[in-house]
């Protein structure tokens, strides 16, 4: 028997389940290692895990850009739909190659477009040129609406809630790595990185 309170939740989550078997952790679910250096989430270790990992956890075709800005360069990978337990959304991974391949992808990737603080160019990499680049980051967009009352019953009390942009509010979790971001006037935001890597996420909050 559903307990009361738990009305809300369960209705607003089964609305964009997915009704086919799926045994991986829902998005929730984070287990971070010892260290600090390493989180278990959607069936790979970020931190450790390579692409290959992570694409054999999806069922989609991903698209692929190189991104260049005072920093330096990254390749981030989007899945437009995956399967996370029993729930769908989308997917970017942050993938962090060795510097020889980013400088092939980077000269075969074309003049490319100014974006906000740097460049970005649309990749499309021969088979297995990406396979070994290491995930560091994900951002799961889920298609259920939460609202503050599922985030605190999900993913439990934040450390700490900041405001974001507009109306949007970050719900920050530093010892499992993991930022909610609320948005009354979009899609809900969840970023994943390890524990250790927190700084990437709370630096920029506090700008």
């Known amino acids: 028997m559903l307990f009361p309170r738990l009305l809300p939740l369960v209705l607003a989550l089964s609305l964009t389940a997915c009704g086919g078997p799926d045994d991986r952790d829902p998005f929730w679910e984070v287990e971070p290692g010892p260290d600090g250096e390493t989180s278990r989430v959607f069936g790979i270790t970020l931190g450790e895990a390579d692409y290959a990992e992570l694409a054999a956890q999806t069922r989609t075709r991903p698209r692929f850009a190189l991104f260049e800005d005072e920093a330096g360069r990254s390749v981030e990978v989007f899945f437009k739909e995956v399967y996370f337990g029993r729930f769908t959304g989308r997917l970017y991974g942050h993938l962090e190659p060795s510097e020889e391949t980013l400088t092939t992808l980077r000269e075969s990737a074309g003049e ?25 980051v994900l951002t799961f967009i889920p298609h259920a609406d939460l609202d503050d009352r599922i985030i605190r019953d999900r993913f439990g009390e934040p450390a ?48």
């Open 112 to 136: 490319g477009s100014d974006i906000d603080g740097g460049r970005r160019w649309d990749l499309e990499p021969r088979d297995g040129e990406l396979d070994d680049a290491t995930v560091t």
């Open 160 to 207: 700490e809630v900041r405001p974001g942009s507009g109306r949007q509010r970050h719900y920050l979790y530093p010892d499992r790595g993991i930022d909610v971001t609320l948005d009354p006037d979009g899609k809900e935001v969840i970023q994943y990185v390890p524990p250790a890597e927190f700084h990437r996420i709370r630096q920029p909050l506090e700008q």
